[in-house]
């Protein structure tokens, strides 16, 4: 499919999300935050209130969370708001990383990653890895760049978005065995063109995943990878 449009964006990532659990009812999603991924979430909604996705055996793990926000504020609950009420998941099947201190032994215990979904930031993040992250980094707590909480500062009214947060680490991403990034706007196009067109470089850890075999590169701007 030829993506020109966020709309077409949206409904081909979650085209392949849908397929992924058609072929692996039980499989483990790694899921985004962010406007990004909204319209993917939107689609996936009312597929599922259609009784057209099963999503009973599936588990979902968020890819990062902030520390320090009240809970309506948290990835947590814009999962929960955005996809997961709208369909059949089993409660016990939904984990994000604030919910224990050793999140990749989690996400082993329940077989690994099948799938993840990743934004970018601006700067180059992927989940909250920010630039400077090591190449060999599981799940951890980090301090947020600047640009990272002004780019999120709309869900956070007159207050400040928070300066923590706990993410996924690169090691933790890399071992999904698909990796499926979205980008949309011409916003993100230099920084998408950066990673996946340049050197593999801490400073801009999206480029990181130039070394997965299992990675899919879509946007609504002209770039697109497939592996
Ligand atoms: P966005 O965020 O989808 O809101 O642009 C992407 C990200 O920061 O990973």
């Known amino acids: 499919m030829h993506i020109e449009t966020y709309d077409q964006l949206s409904e081909q990532v979650a085209t392949l999300v849908a397929q992924q659990i058609a072929t692996e009812p039980d499989c483990c999603l790694g899921l985004p935050t962010g406007q990004t991924p909204i319209g993917t979430y939107k689609l ?19 890819l990062d969370d902030y520390l320090d926000v009240p809970p309506a504020l948290s990835f947590h609950t814009f999962l929960s708001e955005h996809l997961y009420q709208h369909t059949n998941i089993d409660a016990g099947n939904i984990f994000h990383p604030g919910m224990t201190d050793n999140y990749d032994a989690l996400i082993e215990g329940q077989g690994g ?26 799940t951890h707590c ?20 928070p ?12 071992s999904s065995r ?5 980008a949309s706007g ?11 067109r340049g050197p593999v470089s801490r400073q801009v850890p999206a480029s990181y995943l130039q070394a997965h075999e299992g990675l899919e590169v879509l946007t609504d701007f002209g770039f697109s990878l497939t592996r």
């Open 178 to 182: 698909r990796i499926v990034l979205m």
């Open 186 to 196: 011409e916003k993100k196009k230099a920084i998408v063109e950066a990673a996946f």
């Open 113 to 138: 990653l099948d799938m993840t979904v990743l934004g970018i930031g601006g700067n180059g993040h992927i989940a909250f890895n920010e630039p400077g992250t090591q190449f060999l980094s599981w």
């Open 163 to 174: 300066q923590k947060a706990v993410t996924m680490g690169v090691k933790t991403i890399l």
């Open 142 to 161: 980090t301090w947020l760049e600047d640009s990272t909480r002004k780019a999120n500062q709309a869900s956070f009214g007159t207050s400040r978005p």
């Open 44 to 62: 996936l909604s009312t597929w599922s209130r259609e009784g057209r996705l099963n999503w009973s055996k599936v588990r979902c793990f968020a």
